[in-house]
């Protein structure tokens, strides 16, 4: 994974901005998924939540970034390995700490291709594991 924020950047035609910086390095540093509340409050100091959420709306539209399904109705974002701009390919399942929400991509478990009867079409599946992460455990 390149760990250049400024030439994921480039890389994907985005202007170099203080907050794209900011909150691409928060991805980069972050094992794991991010909630839009966590984003928020650390990189609040120095942008409004429009510009927060304006930048993430970008990454997830550049393919940088990829959201992930919660119970809880919060949203959560995590880095994208080999996507591309509007076609992302993230057929990995999620693992969720029912405990302390900790989310993670588990890249390695890929979602079974599903067959839909005839004429069907399929938009996306989200398939969440849950449980009790290594931090958690008693
Ligand atoms: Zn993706
Ligand atoms: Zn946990
Ligand atoms: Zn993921």
């Known amino acids: 994974m390149p760990t250049s924020v400024d030439e994921i950047l480039r890389r994907n035609c985005l202007s ?5 910086k900011k909150i691409l390095t928060l991805f980069i540093n972050m094992h794991g998924a991010l909630a839009h509340g966590d984003i928020e409050r650390k990189a609040g100091e120095k942008f409004d939540r429009v510009t927060v959420y304006r930048t993430l ?5 550049k393919g940088i970034i990829h959201t992930i399904p ?9 880095l994208c390995k080999d996507c591309t701009e509007g076609h992302h390919h993230d057929n990995h399942v999620h693992f969720i700490c029912t405990n302390c929400g900790t989310t993670l991509c588990l890249e390695d478990v890929l979602i079974p291709e599903i067959r839909l009867p005839k004429g069907f079409t399929l938009s996306e599946i989200e398939v969440v594991a849950k449980g009790v992460c290594n931090d958690c455990k008693e």
């Not at 170099?16 to 794209?20: C, G, H, L, Q, Y």
């Not at 709306?57 to 539209?61: A, D, G």
């Open 57 to 61: 709306q970008t990454f997830v539209e």
């Open 70 to 78: 919660t119970t809880d109705n919060s949203v959560r974002y995590a």
């Open 16 to 20: 170099v901005t203080e907050s794209r």
